[in-house]
């Protein structure tokens, strides 16, 4: 059973950082391209960056040189480091394999104040 646990959301200020996490288990990680999403509200969920099994990266042009996707084999974790957040970036944050899989985690809110 797939399970994706996303943490490290919260509150900033624009211009801010934050670093989220999502722990993956029940799909083979070391060869799965992973990503992350995001929905803000009205809005469909979409696709912010990816990171292939062999850490080869693509990213929204929304985040381009401000976001950057790792991940941790061992770990079986992928990262997303955000800098100079906009409050245009509010949203929850998903992570999934890349295509997304049926199976979602809770997300984790993201929240840039003006």
């Known amino acids: 059973q797939v399970q994706l646990v996303e943490s490290g959301g919260g509150l900033v200020q624009a211009g801010g950082s934050l670093r989220l996490s999502c722990a993956a288990s029940?799909?083979?990680?070391?060869?799965?391209?992973m990503a992350w999403y995001r929905q803000a509200p009205g809005k469909q969920r979409e696709l912010v960056a990816r990171i292939s099994s062999g850490g080869i990266t693509n990213y929204a042009g929304s985040v381009k040189g401000r976001f950057k996707i790792s991940r941790d084999n061992v770990k079986k974790t992928v990262y997303l480091q955000m800098n100079s957040l906009k409050p245009e970036d509010t949203a929850v944050y998903y992570c999934n394999d890349f295509p997304p899989g049926s199976s979602w985690g809770q997300g984790t809110q993201v929240t840039v104040s003006s």
């Open positions: 029940g799909i083979i990680f070391s060869i799965s391209a």
